[in-house]
């Protein structure tokens, strides 16, 4: 999705670069003005498909996350995805319906629509720090305390013959609920070290490579979610906070964008209809 974004920017981009690279003042000169200028055939066609695609991306997501619309065919994580694409590519396509000409209600829906956008990046950012189940339900605490328990268990039975492991294990994964301190380089350094030595020990005691290379993916999960038990109330606490900036400026964007749809109508403008 990342891609179809990046290729559609750099099609508008090169398609109108010669339009939009002109001062304001010398555009009404360029032979295609009628076609890309905001109220133009293009220009016009542009904004309403960025309109829908913002207004379609937000209306599935809350539907389906508070409501439970089509929870079934719906996961949750992957419709955030497609929510975060459509939001994303839409504001694109509507930047370029203004032809990079800001001014008025205008400008206020725009910068708006800038600001949930930029929200809508930390949220992502947050939203993926808080451990889900496959379905994109927000794990527990002590859902995440128990995953670790049960991953502790069976590296505590798969390395029970070397003691010397064990140990080490469990001290290099307790920071990660603040029962160990240091900085992020020191626990880093000490997990790769422990991994380093249990490596080296399956080695000499002729563990298959397949068994040995998955105990060591076990036991980079029990660090990762050591720590996501560490970040889990912190990211839980943000993504509330982050709820009371990104909803309001959605609101704004909304109903700024009806004025403005209002308004252009009641000025006469039209489409291709």
Same mark, same amino acid.
């Given at each position: 999705?990342?891609?179809?974004?990046?290729?559609?920017?750099? *099609?508008?981009?090169?398609?109108?670069?010669?339009?939009?690279?002109?001062? +304001?003042?010398?555009?009404? *000169?360029?032979?295609?003005?009628?076609?890309?200028?905001?109220?133009?055939?293009?220009?016009?066609? =542009?904004?309403?498909?960025?309109?829908?695609? =913002? +207004?379609?991306?937000?209306?599935?997501? &809350?539907?389906?996350?508070?409501?439970?619309?089509?929870?079934?065919?719906?996961?949750?994580? *992957?419709?955030?995805?497609?929510?975060?694409?459509?939001?994303?590519?839409?504001? &694109?396509? =509507?930047?370029?319906?203004? %032809?990079? /000409?800001?001014?008025? +209600?205008?400008?206020?829906?725009?910068?708006?629509?800038?600001?949930?956008?930029?929200?809508?990046?930390?949220?992502?950012?947050i939203y993926i720090q808080i451990p889900r189940t496959i379905e994109g339900?927000?794990?527990?605490?002590?859902?995440? /305390?128990?995953?670790?328990?049960?991953?502790?268990?069976?590296?505590?039975?798969?390395?029970?013959?070397?003691?010397?492991?064990?140990?080490m294990l469990a001290a290099a994964s307790s920071g990660g609920d603040g029962?160990? /301190?240091?900085?992020?380089?020191?626990?880093?350094?000490?997990?790769?070290?422990?991994?380093?030595? =249990?490596?080296?020990?399956?080695? %000499?005691?002729?563990?298959?490579?397949?068994?040995?290379?998955?105990? &060591?993916?076990?036991?980079?999960?029990?660090?990762?979610?050591?720590?996501?038990?560490?970040?889990?109330?912190?990211?839980? /606490?943000?993504?509330? *906070?982050?709820?009371?900036?990104?909803?309001?400026? %959605?609101? &704004?964007?909304l109903i700024v964008l009806v004025i403005h749809v209002a308004v252009t109508? %009641?000025?006469?403008?039209?489409?291709?209809?």
């Amino acid at each position: 999705m990342v891609a179809i974004v990046i290729m559609v920017t750099v *099609y508008l981009g090169y398609t109108g670069y010669s339009y939009y690279q002109l001062p +304001l003042e010398e555009r009404f *000169y360029h032979p295609r003005h009628d076609w890309f200028k905001p109220s133009g055939a293009y220009g016009h066609g =542009i904004g309403i498909l960025g309109t829908l695609m =913002i +207004l379609f991306g937000v209306t599935i997501y &809350i539907a389906r996350k508070r409501y439970n619309f089509m929870a079934k065919q719906l996961r949750l994580k *992957y419709l955030l995805e497609f929510h975060i694409f459509l939001c994303t590519l839409g504001p &694109i396509l =509507i930047l370029f319906h203004t %032809a990079f /000409k800001f001014g008025g +209600l205008v400008s206020v829906a725009f910068w708006s629509m800038v600001a949930v956008v930029a929200s809508g990046v930390v949220g992502r950012f947050i939203y993926i720090q808080i451990p889900r189940t496959i379905e994109g339900r927000e794990l527990s605490l002590n859902e995440v /305390k128990g995953m670790r328990s049960e991953l502790a268990s069976t590296l505590e039975r798969t390395l029970g013959s070397d003691q010397g492991l064990v140990p080490m294990l469990a001290a290099a994964s307790s920071g990660g609920d603040g029962t160990r /301190k240091g900085s992020f380089f020191k626990l880093y350094f000490e997990e790769r070290h422990t991994v380093q030595a =249990i490596r080296s020990s399956l080695k %000499a005691r002729n563990v298959a490579v397949d068994e040995r290379d998955s105990i &060591i993916r076990t036991v980079k999960e029990e660090f990762a979610l050591s720590h996501r038990i560490g970040r889990l109330q912190t990211m839980q /606490k943000l993504f509330k *906070y982050w709820h009371v900036a990104h909803l309001p400026f %959605a609101l &704004i964007m909304l109903i700024v964008l009806v004025i403005h749809v209002a308004v252009t109508l %009641a000025f006469g403008y039209r489409w291709i209809f």
